[in-house]
């Protein structure tokens, strides 16, 4: 099962620039199938499982030809999947297993003053959570629409305001076989919609809309360009409980 491709506590490689500001998302981490066992009728589906190593930060500017880093959010763990079968299976299910935990970095730090921005000192946040999420794929003409929910629950969180429970949904499309090539390199075209609600204490929805295009084989490595609109509780955990609305445009390397 690939990551998700709006939702962003996912292994990324790719940068997102932040419209209007000087902030960018930078991404990188792997999730990396290991083991798969598959019956040998092949009517049982799979199931893999694997590790998750990713993490994101948040660039606030650029001085003296250095990235000015504000805050990281790490992830580690492993992952199960049962994949139903057939090449572009119809129903896919994955259990997640992560440790989460998030810094603020020098770039949030005025070393002049002594003091961090903002008057925002360092939070304590940790997350232990599972995640068990349903993604059903299907076919409408040419183009391939995959829906998914998730429920997560956190066995240790710091700060104690925080949830233990918080939900994941969303579909992403693709154009399949109509968009032709670009490049010397098959193109499709993408949508996608997360919508996440977490309680930090009181719940609250965050979405994530992307729309791209992407340069490669469907089920193979490639490029992809987007725009996003990001509405709700900010991606960063050092700022758990600040709305953050903005436009971004980024890329990313699928390598899955």
């Known amino acids: 099962m690939p990551p998700l491709v709006a939702h962003y506590q996912e292994p990324r490689f790719g940068v997102r620039k932040e419209m209007g500001t000087a902030r960018m998302k930078l991404d990188i981490g792997d999730a990396i199938d290991l083991v ?6 092949s009517a049982c589906g799979r199931i893999r499982a694997g590790a998750d190593f990713f993490t994101y930060a948040l660039t606030s500017n650029w001085q003296g030809h250095r990235l000015q880093v504000d805050a990281v959010d790490g992830f580690f763990g492993g992952h199960i ?13 994955r259990l997640r297993i992560l440790h ?33 999420t349903g993604l059903y794929a299907f076919r409408v003409g040419t183009c391939r629409i995959q829906a998914y929910s998730g429920l997560s629950y956190a066995t240790l969180v710091r700060p104690s ?4 429970i918080s939900t994941l949904h969303g579909v992403q499309l693709d154009s399949g076989d109509w968009a032709g090539s670009a490049l010397g390199r098959p193109l499709t075209l993408y949508a ?65």
């Open 36 to 41: 798969e066992v598959a019956a040998s009728d």
């Open 81 to 93: 999947v049962f994949a139903a079968p057939g090449g572009w299976p119809p129903l896919t299910l």
């Open 100 to 132: 989460l935990s998030a810094h603020f970095v020098d770039g949030h730090y005025d070393f002049a003053a002594r003091e961090w921005l903002g008057g925002m000192n360092p939070v304590p946040f940790t997350k232990d959570f599972g995640e068990l």
């Open 161 to 164: 305001v925080l949830k233990r």
């Open 192 to 256: 996608a919609d997360d919508f996440t609600l977490a309680g930090v204490p009181s719940y609250v929805g965050t979405n994530n809309v992307e729309f791209g295009a992407r340069f490669g084989e469907p089920a193979g490595q490639g490029v992809k360009i987007y725009l996003s609109y990001f509405s709700g509780l900010n991606i960063f955990s050092q700022y758990f409980n600040v709305r953050w609305d903005q436009w971004g445009i980024g890329f990313a390397f699928d390598i899955w």
